[in-house]
């Protein structure tokens, strides 16, 4: 397996340097990034150009999971003090999504209102209800408090751990029995949900980071009422108060080593960007096949399959949207279809954002994963195709809006974890001998999702920063 290649003509090069470079802008990467600037280190963002310039709602999350409830998302705001101002833009959602299937729209919120839908509905009498909805409650609280105390990441050779396995006080961690035997239309449901929460490619998440998913909802909703930034521009924003600067890549480059420190190199450029510390926040397979020459480095062929999950835009007249539709909503396919070979089999997450250019439109964000073989166009038809089902009257007054998709630099590529290597267990971070490389191997964590995301950039940019010194 290769390893880092010194760089070539170093002599002809320009050389910038900075304490740590964090290849990919990333959620994860961007809160790594924030972590090492505010620990005194000077930090370069390497993002693709493409990335850079995509629009703005389709670089959010479906959900801000933790924003409400004492979860990640708002400890990780604190911690990295985005200003309160900022903070209170999140604004509280009595609903947190609706699931919407052939035969049912079930509201998911509240414990009052999870509990009224699923009697509504006909999926649980009363007393199962709210037994459910009690266990689901009490076992994302245990996860939460886990996440929050757990280091999630390990450096060296430090034996990694599924940390607090087994109970959290008085609670046994894992999804309750009451969530694991459940009628089908309703295990189907929260499969759906699973999937438009969670970052895993294929893999199922562990009973700790199914209950944590399941159980976020019952916070409530939470999003940003206004115009960017939104998420992912405070996340921006504040990597630059703590002087922390951006660069793009517009096409291939190289990973290189100049006296054991790690550097980047573009294609057809003379500048050198070496940094003491060089993080990867991206997919190691989406990476490798934009270098320059030669093996990828052994810690970008890890030999994983990914997958994409492919986010569409579309803009809606504001008319055709119905005023009670909930920002947020998970699209399940057809239970039964009728033309199994053309039918939609994937479940779509559906995101409502107000136009960011100040016009009268909505910017809806469709999200689905691309099946194996399955073109982008294909996926993307499929997308509009069910979103005009949804609002009546609405065709020919929602448009798609296409722009090149990054290649590397894109938060929906998803892979799976090896065996035994996902939450709780902790994430390695050290890929590289001597050559001081961390990979933000965001697999481990993709079960939990956004929380994960968080987690993952917040406890990297920290174990690194004291390493570095």
């Given at each position: 397996m290769?390893?880092l290649r010194p760089?070539?003509n170093v002599q002809?090069l320009r050389?910038?340097?900075?304490d740590?470079i964090?290849l990919?802008?990333s ?6 990034a924030?972590r090492?600037?505010?620990a005194?280190?000077?930090?370069l ?8 310039t995509?629009?703005?709602a ?7 999971a933790?924003?409400?409830d ?5 400890a990780c705001?604190r911690e990295?003090?985005?200003p309160l101002?900022d ?21 998911l919120?509240s414990p009052?209102i999870?509990r009224?839908?699923?009697?509504t509905?006909?999926f ?5 209800a709210g037994q ?5 409650a009490v076992?994302t ?17 430090r034996?990694?751990?599924a940390?607090?396995s ?5 609670h046994?961690r894992?999804l309750?029995?009451e969530?694991?035997?459940?009628p089908?239309?309703?295990a189907?449901?929260?499969a ?5 929460l ?8 562990s009973p700790?980071?199914s209950?944590r ?6 916070a409530g909703?939470?999003g940003?009422g206004e115009r960017?930034?939104?998420?992912h ?6 990597v ?9 890549l517009?096409g291939?480059?190289?990973i ?6 790690p550097?980047i190199?573009a ?14 926040a ?5 990476i490798?096949p934009?270098?320059t020459?030669?093996a990828?480095p ?6 994983r ?9 579309l803009?809606?007249?504001?008319e055709v949207?119905?005023a009670?539709?909930c920002p947020r909503?998970?699209l399940?396919?057809?239970e039964t279809p009728q033309d199994?070979e ?16 100040g016009?009268?439109?909505v910017d809806?964000?469709?999200?689905i994963?691309?099946?194996?073989g399955q073109e982008e166009?294909?996926?993307a ?13 609405s065709?020919?007054?929602i ?12 938060d929906g ?12 267990a902790?994430v390695?971070l050290?890929?590289?001998g ?5 990979r933000?191997?965001r ?6 999702g ?5 987690l993952?950039g ?12």
């Amino acid at each position: 397996m290769a390893g880092l290649r010194p760089a070539a003509n170093v002599q002809q090069l320009r050389a910038r340097r900075w304490d740590a470079i964090v290849l990919g802008s990333s959620l994860y990467g961007l809160v790594a990034a924030a972590r090492l600037g505010a620990a005194g280190q000077r930090v370069l963002v390497v993002e693709e150009e493409r990335a850079e310039t995509l629009h703005p709602a389709l670089r959010e999350p479906f959900f801000l999971a933790g924003a409400r409830d004492g979860g990640v998302l708002e400890a990780c705001l604190r911690e990295l003090h985005i200003p309160l101002i900022d903070r209170r833009r999140i604004s509280p959602e009595p609903l947190a999504w609706q699931i919407v299937d052939e035969r049912f729209r079930m509201d998911l919120g509240s414990p009052n209102i999870t509990r009224e839908e699923l009697v509504t509905w006909g999926f649980c009498d009363e007393e199962q209800a709210g037994q459910l909805v009690r266990t689901l409650a009490v076992a994302t609280d245990a996860e939460r408090q886990v996440m929050l105390e757990a280091p999630v990441v390990r450096l060296g050779r430090r034996l990694g751990r599924a940390w607090a396995s087994g109970l959290t006080g008085s609670h046994h961690r894992g999804l309750p029995a009451e969530a694991r035997d459940l009628p089908p239309s309703l295990a189907r449901a929260f499969a759906g949900q699973i999937e438009a929460l969670s970052n895993l490619a294929q893999a199922e998440p562990s009973p700790e980071a199914s209950a944590r998913l399941l159980g976020t909802a019952l916070a409530g909703g939470a999003g940003f009422g206004e115009r960017p930034p939104w998420l992912h521009g405070l996340l921006r924003r504040r990597v630059e108060a703590v002087h922390g600067e951006f660069r793009t890549l517009p096409g291939r480059f190289d990973i290189v080593e100049v006296d054991h420190q790690p550097g980047i190199v573009a294609e057809k450029s003379s500048d050198l960007w070496l940094g003491r510390a060089l993080l990867i926040a991206s997919t190691p397979s989406a990476i490798a096949p934009m270098l320059t020459g030669g093996a990828p480095p052994d810690f970008l062929d890890n030999g994983r399959d990914r997958c994409q999950r492919l986010a569409v835009h579309l803009r809606a007249d504001r008319e055709v949207v119905p005023a009670g539709m909930c920002p947020r909503l998970v699209l399940l396919p057809p239970e039964t279809p009728q033309d199994k070979e053309n039918a939609p089999r994937e479940v779509i997450s559906l995101t409502a954002f107000p136009a960011s250019d100040g016009g009268e439109g909505v910017d809806l964000i469709g999200r689905i994963r691309l099946r194996p073989g399955q073109e982008e166009s294909v996926a993307a038809e499929e997308v509009l195709r069910r979103v005009e089902r949804l609002m009546p009257f609405s065709e020919g007054r929602i448009l798609r809006c296409d722009q090149p998709r990054p290649l590397w630099d894109d938060d929906g590529l998803l892979e799976d974890p090896e065996p035994g290597r996902s939450w709780p267990a902790e994430v390695d971070l050290r890929v590289a001998g001597r050559t001081p490389v961390y990979r933000l191997d965001r697999a481990g964590v993709a079960g939990l999702g956004l929380e994960g995301d968080l987690l993952l950039g917040w406890r990297a940019g920290d174990a690194v920063a004291a390493e570095i010194g």
